[in-house]
């Protein structure tokens, strides 16, 4: 074992005993009781000693025996330390062996996950999960295209993006399809920003290949279909017929999508646990007896020729719809879990939906029958929030006492 202080949490000392790790109030943390000798000895945790070599340094510093196993417990048991490969570039200890240079353009993603991951080795642990993940990404315009190219640079591993018609020139946009694929069929150019954004060897094979609901991408099963319509209305109101193929093979499926100026993120949904496509058409039409008459003749006819998608509000949606499907991938429950979020221009001001599943619908999600109920997933997020807070509540400027 090399043991490292993480170094994506910046030091800094409140007191000559009292060091902070960690300058956002969500992680940091303040270690006290840290003499000179001590200090002198967390400064020598950067990955490049073994354990053994650090005890050896303590006792050269005057420390009494036992002080570094000690430090080093207090260390584990506040989330401090991380695995010498998920370090700086070129600093990474011996365990890192030669893979160092292949995870650099991950380096920032790991150094975040490092901050977010309490044990040491979960960062590494969870980004070579990622390359085992699957998604589906259905819908290549302004957010599709952008969300599957950043799924892609996060480092999950099959990508799949499905689309059909050919790509319109306001559908273009910085991190989603360029100026020079206009013209060209639209599952094309999403395969080809996918491979340029992969980070592994599977994760830009046959972008664009149809596949059962539960398929994926000639590795394994779906993990999270991503729904990114170019027409928004199909995010605002689901449809819960194209939906009955991944609700029957129990995959996840996240929309999002923009319609009218106005960015939406979410549900996610989880088969049997959270309110679906469904439930969400049941409980508009419970409130409002005209909404199937008005719902049929928005789905009628042909799509809208020109979505009101500003470039700004897609990559917003964009980036937050990937971030919760990253959330979810890495085996938390997102915010978007059960709840729908939106922001409208002008003002940018997000605010988020409780979506309830329908006692009437068969998903059987408000029987509690199967899987994570949404009230359990609130509890999760508001437990994971008060976590976070509870780190530096003490504080008033950030850091929990260790």
């Known amino acids: 074992m090399h043991p490292m202080v993480k170094p994506a949490l910046r030091r800094a000392w409140r007191s000559l005993t009292c060091a902070q790790y960690g300058v956002a109030p969500a992680h940091a943390v303040v270690l006290d009781q840290v003499d000179a000798a001590t200090g002198r000895l967390l400064g020598l945790m950067d990955g490049t000693r073994g354990t053994a070599l650090l005890r050896a340094e303590a006792a050269e510093l005057g420390l009494p025996e036992g002080r570094f196993d000690a430090l080093l417990g207090r260390l584990a048991a506040a989330g401090l330390l991380v695995e010498a490969g998920a ?49 589906r990404v259905r819908g290549a315009g302004r957010v599709g295209a952008m969300v599957a190219a950043l799924l892609a640079a996060a480092g999950v591993g099959g990508v799949e993006v499905v689309d059909g018609g050919r790509v319109e020139p306001w559908e273009t946009a910085p991190g989603g399809l360029p100026a020079e694929a206009v013209g060209e069929r639209r599952v094309a150019a999403a395969r080809r920003l996918v491979g340029r954004w992969a980070r592994g060897p599977v994760a830009a094979r046959r972008a664009g290949r149809r596949a059962g609901p ?56 989880l088969p049997g646990g959270t309110a679906c496509a469904r439930c969400l058409q049941e409980e508009a039409t419970d409130r409002d007896p005209v909404w199937p008459r008005l719902l049929a003749q928005w789905r009628s006819g042909a799509p809208h020729p020109l979505p009101a998608c500003d470039v700004a509000l897609a990559t917003a949606v964009a980036g937050l719809a990937a971030g919760h499907a990253l959330a979810f991938l890495d085996g938390e429950l997102p915010a978007c879990t059960g709840t729908r979020w939106e922001v409208a221009l002008p003002w940018w001001e997000w605010r988020s939906e409780r979506l309830v599943p329908h006692p009437a619908c068969p998903c059987g999600a408000a029987q509690g029958r199967v899987g994570v109920g949404a009230s359990a997933a609130g509890e999760a997020r508001s437990t994971m929030a008060g976590r976070g807070s509870a780190r530096h509540g003490s504080l008033g400027i950030g850091g929990a006492h260790v």
């Open 87 to 135: 370090g700086r570039p070129g600093r990474a200890g011996p365990a890192a062996g030669a893979a160092d240079t292949a995870l650099d353009p991950l380096r920032a993603d790991l150094a975040s996950l490092s901050v977010v991951c309490p044990e040491p080795d979960r960062a590494l642990r969870t980004l070579a999960a990622r390359r085992e993940q699957r998604v």
């Open 214 to 269: 539960g398929d994926g991408d000639g590795g394994g099963p779906v993990s999270l279909v991503v729904v990114t319509p170019r027409d928004g209305l199909g995010v605002l109101v689901p449809d819960p017929v194209a939906a009955e193929p991944w609700m029957a093979a129990g995959v996840p499926h996240l929309y999002a999508g923009v319609l009218e100026a106005t960015g939406l993120v979410g549900p996610l949904v």
